[in-house]
T-cell receptor, first 111, second 112 residues
């Protein structure tokens, strides 16, 4: 959707390396979210942000950290990638009033 | 924590048949949202329901929110091949203004 972009779209990385995924929005929305999607698990919340430098954990936050130094950018870092973190990662934004707008996703493979 | 259960997990229909997916929450919801994700794509917001007993329609899609605000359904009349995808419900409880809890989704396939 217009207004939210994720980068990179695809990444292959080795076990034990740090990885950073970027979410960028041009909508000036307050809320930003990182989800992972795996077969049989649906969408699971990793971390979310409700303002600049205001972040909180979701249900599957272990092994992940986030930062939001400005409204438009929300970074997700895998501190030391493991094979269990192979997944599709979606960023989403929200004004708080209606639905989420999702990015196109990042397909991450940890080998 | 809040849980949102969605059934069925999969549904295969012949084109022209109807389809329904159901969503149940362990807690009372302030609102519920529905999303559609096409194969290989990202979830796309369809609709939000807020009021107890609310019914909304979008062409062949009918969305309902239960009287107790703990369950919801999406019904598609006369499915078409363009309806293929995974349908997710997502609930927001009163104490978690920032977060949605997603059901695991129902994958709909349509045989032409």
């Amino acid at each position: 959707d217009a207004g939210i972009t994720q980068s990179p779209r695809h990444k292959v990385t080795e076990t034990g390396t740090p990885v950073t995924l970027r979410c960028h929005q041009t909508e000036n929305h307050r809320y930003m979210y990182w989800y992972r999607q795996d077969p049989g698990h649906g969408l699971r919340l990793i971390h979310y942000s409700y303002g600049v430098k205001d972040t909180d954990k979701g249900e599957v936050s272990d092994g992940y950290s986030v930062s939001r130094s400005k409204t438009e950018d929300f970074l997700l870092t895998l501190e030391s990638a493991t094979s269990s973190q192979t997944s599709v990662y979606f960023c989403a934004i929200s004004s708080g009033a209606y639905g989420y707008t999702f990015g196109s996703g990042t397909r991450l493979t940890v080998v | 924590g809040q849980q949102v259960m969605q059934i069925p997990q999969y549904q295969h229909v012949q084109e022209g048949e109807d389809f329904t997916t159901y969503c149940n929450s362990s807690t009372t919801l302030s609102n519920i949202q529905w999303y559609k994700q096409r194969p290989g794509g990202h979830p796309v917001f369809l609709i939000q329901l807020v009021k107890s007993g609310e019914v909304k329609k979008q062409k062949r899609l009918t969305f309902q929110f239960g009287e107790a605000k703990k369950n919801s359904s999406l019904h598609i009349t006369a499915t078409q091949t363009t309806d293929v995808g995974t349908y997710f419900c997502a609930g927001r409880s009163g104490g978690s203004n920032y977060k949605l809890t997603f059901g695991k989704g129902t994958l709909l396939t349509v045989n032409p």
